[in-house]
């Protein structure tokens, strides 16, 4: 075998968030918040419970979506302002296949 060739660089660290967990709880918590509302609210007999958390959830749960997503946005902008660069070293082996390595090992 032959020597690594060792490239240096340059790389940004960051603890970046999961958007969609935030598009998530921003539905569910639209759809708590309209049950609440609706649990809460005065209703129309003729309408009944269902319908009335139903209309609710229509406008509810699209408005959480929203903020769940405003929320993970700034939330993910502030994570690029704390990103820190670091020196990395990258290691090329020429003639090595994949499965070289000491995990792929016989136990």
Request: hydrophobic share 50%; glycine share 12%.
């Amino acid at each position: 075998m032959t020597d690594p060739a060792v490239q240096a660089g340059e790389a940004r660290i960051r603890r970046a968030p999961r958007l969609p967990v935030f598009l998530v709880l921003g539905a569910v918590l639209g759809a708590i918040v309209a049950l609440i509302l609706t649990a809460t609210g005065n209703l129309d007999p003729k309408v009944g419970f269902g319908a009335t958390f139903g209309y609710l959830c229509f406008w509810c749960v699209p408005l959480g979506i929203v903020v769940g997503a405003l929320v993970g946005l700034v939330l993910d902008a502030l994570s690029r302002r704390r990103a820190r660069t670091v020196l990395v070293e990258r290691a090329t082996i020429e003639g090595a296949t994949e499965g070289d390595g000491p995990e792929d090992a016989p136990h």
